[in-house]
């Protein structure tokens, strides 16, 4: 039922998505999208599997700043990924994204085949985590990364509490005013507030057989990339 859910959500939502989140996020994201980029190796061809990859954001900013890279981007609603095959068609690099249908739970990829799996704002919608995480961990190459994007609260009390002021009050109606619907973005707030905190959802990531887990904070802790590596 949850899938169902969560699929509607996204079908619903997806051709004005881009412009919801710079509006909500007041173009924060791009610098987000920017710092996960600048962590994947520049100086050799790698493919990059993004999952969850939505309207194709992440996996064309990546392309964009990572000419040797290659993405292949899945997605388990077809409405998004219209938008990121659209989207795609008209930018350079393009010709470097590769998109299918297809869940993150159950990958349609080979063992050990990318450099690099990205998943931005996508894990907090799926409820097996773990079981997703070790698929991550599956289709890495021994010495891949996997690199989790997800929003957070800021650890300082003041930050958290302003913060709160406009997630929890200002946003959800607003967001849900944009994208047309009475539930998008309330569903977004308390899909936030159920994640695992930063040091619990990293020992998701030791379980699923990450190692070197580390976590990277992005404005005051508004977000953060979650960083483990399959040695």
Not at 51 to 80: Q, W, Y
Not at 131 to 138: D, H, I, M, Q, S
Not at 174 to 191: D, I, K, P, R, V
Request: some cysteine; proline content about 6%.
């Amino acid at each position: 039922m949850r899938d169902f859910l969560v699929r509607k959500l996204f079908e619903d939502v997806a051709s004005g998505y881009d412009l919801q989140n710079s509006v909500l996020s007041l173009r924060i994201d791009v610098l987000w999208r920017k710092t996960l980029a600048g962590l994947i190796p520049a100086d050799r061809p790698v493919l990059v599997l993004d999952a969850a990859c939505g309207t194709g954001e992440v996996a064309l900013s990546i392309l964009a700043r990572r000419p040797k890279a290659r993405v292949l981007g899945v997605d388990f609603t077809l409405a998004m990924l219209e938008v990121a095959k659209a989207k795609a068609s008209r930018r350079p690099q393009g010709d470097r994204l590769s998109l299918v249908l297809g869940d993150a739970r159950h990958l349609p990829a080979a063992d050990a085949c990318a450099d690099c799996l990205t998943i931005a704002f996508g894990i907090r919608n799926i409820e097996e985590r773990v079981t997703a995480l070790k698929e991550f961990w599956r289709v890495l190459k021994p010495g891949g990364q996997a690199l989790v994007m997800e929003f957070s609260l800021p650890e300082n009390p003041v930050m958290r509490r302003l913060y709160r002021l406009y997630f929890d009050y200002v946003m959800p109606p607003l967001g849900n005013w944009l994208s047309g619907t009475n539930y998008a973005y309330t569903y977004l707030m308390e899909s936030v507030h159920a994640f695992p905190d930063p040091g619990a959802f990293a020992q998701e990531m030791r379980e699923a057989g990450f190692n070197r887990v580390e976590v990277i904070p992005l404005t005051f802790g508004i977000a953060r990339i979650h960083r483990g590596f399959k040695d």
